[in-house]
């Protein structure tokens, strides 16, 4: 699923408008699970603007990386996980972790549950929000193709919607088990004073104006197209021709 910047620009503020019900504390996008929040128990609407922004910087996104991304996304896989898992920063201050989806996503990338994963890492603030939708193809070997799909958008009248394309597909190595099993027993272990170890694994390295980039792999290379199922093994494509190689010999032996 891809997310328009204008619609998730608009969820974000009303999020931190009130919308939808009385209460000033925000409420967790994307639907589903429950939540964990640190830090002063809510942000409040500063007086920022509200609605989606003007107009864009005139910059277009990559086609060839949109084309990735839409491959990833139209991939027939499975979708073990219900909904996308979304971990927010508001204000710059609050965490806002979906328990229940974080870890549906962290514990199926432990066990190399072969589908497709949507994760989405978001700061929003009182006019506008920076995100990454981090869309992951696991594949029956355990490899996954990946794209990181970053956005940001400001509502201030006169300020400019920043236009960023994907990152280029990848086919990665997840990191071992043992690592999303540690991730996992953070995230349903965080409390809102104390959740720093689950917050550096869902959020990443990303800020209210960068977008994030996860520490789930322990290597990338560049993969063009990517593909919805790991690529043959070069070493078993070799040993195959060899094969054949020598069956034709026999075949031409007097």
């Not at 229940?100 to 066990?111: H, I, K, M, P």
């Not at 959020?203 to 520490?215: E, I, Q």
Request: aromatic share 6%.
């Amino acid at each position: 699923m891809h997310f328009s910047f204008l619609c998730l620009s608009a969820l974000a503020l009303g999020v931190l408008g009130g919308c939808g019900g009385e209460s000033d504390d925000p409420a967790p996008l994307g639907g589903g699970g429950t939540s964990s929040t640190s830090g002063n128990g809510g942000a409040r609407n500063n007086g920022g603007s509200s609605g989606a922004a003007e107009r864009g910087n005139g910059v277009a996104p990559d086609p060839a990386t949109l084309v990735e991304l839409r491959a990833l996304e139209a991939c027939d896989v499975p979708e073990p996980c219900t909904a996308p898992s979304v971990v927010q920063l508001i204000e710059n201050y609050t965490h806002n972790i979906q328990t229940e989806l974080a870890s549906c996503v962290l514990g199926a990338l432990a066990q190399r549950r072969p589908g497709r994963y949507l994760h989405r890492t978001e700061a929003v603030f009182s006019n506008g929000n920076t995100q990454a939708q981090h869309v992951l193809v696991v594949a029956a070997d355990g490899s996954v193709a990946y794209v990181r799909d970053p956005s940001q958008v400001f509502s201030t009248p006169g300020q400019l919607e920043t236009v960023i394309p994907p990152d280029p597909a990848q086919r990665c190595t997840l990191k071992p088990a043992s690592y999303f099993e540690a991730c996992l027993a953070e995230v349903q272990a965080a409390t809102p004073s104390d959740d720093d170890a689950a917050w550096a694994c869902v959020f990443g390295d990303g800020t209210s104006l960068v977008p994030s980039r996860l520490d789930w792999f322990e290597s990338c290379t560049r993969e063009a197209p990517p593909r919805c199922e790991s690529p043959p093994d070069a070493a078993d494509a070799s040993a195959a021709d060899a094969g054949s190689e020598g069956d034709a010999g026999a075949d031409a032996a007097p």
